[in-house]
């Protein structure tokens, strides 16, 4: 036994000895790997960056460095939960803190009263405003994330300061067109990121397939089936958003030139660069599409991820002692104010219930007479709230994230979207059969209630919901690492193989207009000259036929 061991331990040990260099190698191989990635959301300070996070997590779990970009008028995060995990830099901002809140209260001011409802009457605001509205508001209103661009590529100290930390990837959201122009700057390739899925305006320049017959546009109400009517419509949205997305990228246009990026190349083209498009959103409550190979789907980010929040006791208690069920009630981050006979409604209608209320409201509600079935909070843990096995239904303002998370829990829902891509999200939740939507204008506290009792009685809601749970759920990974493995992936090896060649392509070249045209013109010629042929034998014809009379008339 001591000899077999010897001899195993003589052979066993060169072995060893020669592995080890390998395994250093390829230890420090795999160190080279970690990748410096910079972050710039450009969004407000609400649920949009709190998603893109979590795709920040999954990355730094992955052992790569994330740094935040941040606007001076908003710099919270740095203190945040989890801010730990990350980087920040801050560039200066024209914008205040205050200016950026009261931007923020305006829209939702807007949509409370139904001012940003709908194609016609956004068109209409966007108008009034542009056109006849204060300028200053106007300018915070419209201009505020190409005032950000402008602030951020004219602030020279970041700017310096970003170059030396030598970047691998840009990864940035959409809501801004500056994304290029950064990465441009900084000389990095960059990542797309859209918390609001795919418009059809934009994705035609990205190469993404579009078409009015079946995908329907932005703010017009419709869904995958369309008649002839809505056909049209669809089309001239197409047509309006198509003209307002060029006007707008116009003014990043002017700050390529001024600050000499590529200035020959135009901002569709700079667009197109992205070497990858993440769409927050999921086939379980989108409409099926074609899409490309450097452009994906995934659901909310916020979904599947071990939580370390815990419910409060009294809401815990408040759920727990709920024998009828809980209805959970938010319109989002942003409405902290509601006029006092609005908000009287919105109380009325739910002390109908006869479930028990949560009501998440930043906002005083101390004039208020709510019901006794009705417990305001100004927090809660949502998810918590919406796995706990008394939850019955949500009623919200349709943002993405609370849409995506109701679907996960298996939770009917009913919507009042109040701006932005809200109704959107609320036509494809009631196309899929596990939502009902209200209109915020004109709502009274019978319609409210009877609405929210349909959607949890009526079984069929409830049973769609939970099969798009079902969807959502089988996937093999969850959305933020999913977003986090194609961020690494297109890092490391590059995008362009997955790019499609219809990005490069001119509107007349994607749609073949020319082809049309130079088709059309041969048609002609080969008419042309078949008729000139036709001319010319019945010349001939006439011809002969004159001479043979002058020859019999002479005979």
Not at 16 to 39: C, D, I, M, N
Not at 377 to 391: D, L, R, S, Y
Not at 450 to 460: E, G, H, N
Request: a positive charge; aromatic letters at 10%; one cysteine or more.
């Amino acid at each position: 036994m001591a000899l077999y061991s010897t001899r195993l331990l003589l052979v066993v040990f060169p072995m060893v000895a020669f592995l080890l260099p390998w395994q250093s190698e390829l230890t420090q191989a795999a160190g080279q790997q970690r990748l410096k990635l910079l972050y710039y959301t450009a969004s407000d300070d609400g649920s949009h960056h709190l998603t893109n996070t979590k795709i920040a997590e999954a990355l730094v779990r992955r052992g790569h460095d994330v740094t935040f970009l941040l606007s001076s008028s908003c710099t919270k995060w740095r203190n945040t939960s989890g801010a730990n995990l990350f980087k920040f830099f801050v560039f200066q901002s024209r914008y205040t803190e205050e200016e950026r809140t009261q931007n923020l209260r305006e829209i939702s001011r807007l949509g409370l009263r139904g001012e940003l409802r709908g194609f016609v009457n956004a068109m209409k605001f966007y108008l009034k405003q542009r056109f006849f509205g204060d300028k200053r508001s106007s300018k915070v209103l419209f201009d505020f994330h190409f005032s950000e661009c402008n602030s951020l590529l004219g602030d020279n100290t970041t700017i310096q300061a970003l170059k030396q930390e030598r970047y691998d990837l840009l990864v940035g959201e959409d809501l801004s067109d500056c994304q290029p122009l950064l990465a441009e700057i900084l000389g990095i390739r960059f990542v797309l990121i859209s918390g609001t899925g795919i418009i059809p305006s934009k994705g035609n320049w990205y190469g993404i397939p579009r078409h009015p017959a079946y995908i329907p546009e932005r703010h017009v109400g419709l869904s995958d089936t369309m008649n002839l009517p809505q056909r049209t419509l669809n089309a001239y949205a197409y047509i309006i958003y198509d003209a307002l997305r060029r006007v707008t990228l116009w003014k990043y246009e002017d700050l390529q030139r001024q600050y000499n990026l590529r200035p020959e190349k135009r901002m569709p083209e700079m667009l197109a660069g992205a070497q990858l498009w993440l769409f927050y959103g999921d086939f379980g409550l989108e409409y099926a599409r074609p899409m490309q190979p450097n452009a994906m789907f995934l659901a909310s980010p916020m979904l599947g991820l071990p939580s370390e929040e815990t419910v409060p006791q009294d809401q815990q208690e408040f759920l727990d002692a709920a024998h009828q069920g809980v209805v959970l009630f938010t319109l989002g981050g942003h409405v902290n104010e509601m006029q006092t006979a609005q908000a009287q409604m919105f109380a009325n209608g739910l002390a109908k219930l006869s479930q028990r209320v949560l009501w998440q409201f930043s906002g005083s509600v101390s004039h208020l007479r709510i019901g006794d079935n009705t417990k305001v909070v100004q927090w809660i843990p949502q998810q918590k709230i919406m796995a706990h096995p008394n939850t019955k239904a949500l009623l919200s303002h349709g943002g993405l994230n609370g849409m995506y998370e109701a679907a996960w829990y298996g939770l009917p829902m009913v919507g009042i979207p109040l701006f932005g891509d809200h109704f959107d999200n609320m036509e494809r939740a009631v196309s899929k059969g596990m939502a009902l939507q209200l209109d915020i204008v004109g709502l009274t506290e019978e319609v409210l209630s009877q609405t929210v009792d349909q959607v949890i009685k009526d079984p069929r809601f409830r049973k769609r919901a939970q099969h798009i749970s079902r969807i959502l759920r089988d996937q093999p990974v969850i959305p933020s690492e999913k977003a986090a493995h194609w961020i690494e992936h297109v890092t490391k090896y590059g995008g362009e193989y997955l790019r499609p060649r219809a990005a490069d392509l001119s509107w007349i070249e994607y749609h073949l207009v020319d082809v049309y045209a130079f088709l059309v013109a041969i048609l002609f010629i080969v008419l042309g000259l078949l008729f000139l042929c036709l001319r010319v034998c019945l010349w001939l014809a006439c011809g002969r036929n004159k001479q043979g009379k002058i020859k019999s008339k002479a005979d």
